[in-house]
T-cell receptor
Framework: KNEVEQSPQNLTAQEGEFITINCSYS?????LHWLQQHPGGGIVSLFM???GKKKHGRLIATINIQEKHSSLHITASHPRDSAVYIC??????????FGTGTSLTVIP | NAGVMQNPRHLVRRRGQEARLRCSPM?????VYWYRQLPEEGLKFMVY????????ESGMPKERFSAEFPKEGPSILRIQQVVRGDSAAYFC?????????????????FGPGTRLLVL
């Protein structure tokens, strides 16, 4: 079954904290996609990766193929990082399966 | 370079009417993906199209829903005889190279979504 599980479901952090959001998936993915959905509903693609690690500003995404696990890290979190973070596994055959999202609130 | 455009942004329909949602991909992108987000639920993949071709429609409901991406013009997601359960946010995304069964780390660019409300 092509499930994608995210944890935690909700996360509250103080400004400046280091944040980690986890995503687990089952076998057979071609790539994993991290998305950010703003409170207004807009969606931004953060990373798509199939191996290793990617960094963009304060955001870092890693993927461990053997463990079938990916993490999204936010360093020096800021209230503007408050959003829902969604991981999506892309399985062979171009099928996307989304996690239920992690709702992040960063308090000043 | 304009981003992915969707229109209308909000659409209200009565049960039984048709809904047409449009998505104009970014310039130079020939791959379009449609997703649906039901209230209080996560995103779900619906369909992946390339110009004039449906690549994968495994996430589309079998009845009443159809999608196209003609050679010219936007991609259209069409819902016939809408029901209340179709009320959702419909997002499209586009990419330049697409998946084509390969491992590819190309970013998808999302549109702002169309919020459909069926009364």
């Amino acid at each position: 079954k092509n499930e994608v599980e995210q944890s935690p479901q909700n996360l509250t952090a103080q400004e400046g904290e280091f944040i980690t959001i986890n995503c687990s998936y089952s076998v057979g993915i071609s790539a994993l996609h991290w998305l950010q959905q703003h409170p207004g509903g807009g969606i931004v693609s953060l990373f798509m990766l199939s191996s290793g690690k990617k960094k963009h500003g304060r955001l870092i995404a890693t993927i461990n193929i053997q463990e079938k696990h990916s993490s999204l890290h936010i360093t020096a979190s800021h209230p503007r990082d408050s959003a829902v973070y969604i991981c999506a596994a892309i399985y062979t055959g171009n099928q996307f399966y989304f996690g239920t999202g992690t709702s992040l609130t960063v308090i000043p | 370079n304009a981003g992915v455009m969707q229109n209308p942004r909000h659409l209200v329909r009565r049960r039984g009417q048709e809904a047409r949602l449009r998505c104009s991909p970014m310039k130079g992108h020939s791959h379009v993906y449609w997703y649906r987000q039901l209230p209080e639920e996560g995103l779900k993949f619906m369909v992946y199209l390339q110009k004039e071709n449906i690549i994968d429609e495994s996430g589309m409901p079998k009845e009443r829903f159809s999608a196209e991406f003609p050679k010219e013009g936007p991609s259209i997601l069409r819902i016939q005889q809408v029901v209340r359960g179709d009320s959702a946010a419909y997002f499209c995304a586009s990419s330049q190279l697409g998946l084509a069964g390969r491992i590819i780390e190309e970013t998808q660019y999302f549109g702002p979504g169309t919020r459909l409300l069926v009364l």
